[in-house]
């Protein structure tokens, strides 16, 4: 079992950051493929960034591509998404969550465990 809770949302202009976390209990945080998904209000939750459980290798939705940083570090159990140059389309709930190594990471149906999300509003 993996529980994830998610912190660092809120409210910001466009062109600014935050940087969300991702913390994650259990031993067996390292063995897991990491992901950050987002939810805007009536549409699908889409990929965002997923990172493999070495962190060596990470992936990215071509809309966040080149401002959005995905990291983890295992020692701390902890995973991080560094959101630069911030849009209102980038307003969403966001949730973390972790998947067994394979291919797919961008598949939200492949993931075993959910954060509860936290909101990020940009702002016009």
């Known amino acids: 079992q993996v529980q994830l809770v998610e912190s660092g949302g809120g409210l910001v202009q466009a062109g600014g950051s935050l940087r969300l976390s991702c913390a994650a209990s259990?031993?067996?945080?390292?063995?897991?493929?990491m992901g950050w998904f987002r939810q805007a209000p009536g549409k699908e939750r889409e990929f965002v960034a997923a990172i493999s459980w070495s962190g060596g290798r990470t992936y990215y939705a071509d809309s966040v591509k080149g401002r959005f940083t995905i990291s983890r570090d295992n020692a701390k159990n902890t995973m991080w998404l560094q959101m630069n140059s911030l849009k209102p389309e980038d307003t969403a709930v966001y949730y973390c969550?972790?998947?067994?190594?394979?291919?797919?990471?961008?598949?939200?149906?492949?993931?075993?465990?959910w954060g509860q999300g936290t909101q990020v509003t940009v702002s016009s």
């Open positions: 969550a972790a998947v067994r190594p394979g291919l797919g990471y961008s598949d939200k149906n492949r993931y075993d465990y």
């Open positions: 259990g031993r067996t945080f390292s063995i897991y493929a």
